[in-house]
């Protein structure tokens, strides 16, 4: 929908500078928004971020589970 593509963008938007900045710690859930944020977030070079996946108890295997790399 049109509201999860714009708080996807404004949450890019957001985590952007917060990244650059290096040295951060994140913790993504899973979901079709969060794909969507994936999506709308452009490449950056970045120095010792962490990514943690939060995975709670699923018995689906959709492949936006595993699109971070």
Not at 2 to 30: D, H, V
């Amino acid at each position: 929908s049109i509201r999860k593509l714009m708080t996807a963008k404004a949450a890019a938007q957001y985590i952007k500078p917060i990244l650059q900045k290096g040295n951060q710690k994140i913790a993504l859930s899973w979901g079709r928004t969060i794909q969507m944020f994936i999506e709308e977030f452009d490449s950056i070079n970045t120095e010792d971020n962490l990514v943690f996946p939060l995975f709670g108890a699923t018995d689906q295997e959709q492949a936006y589970f595993c699109q971070m790399s």
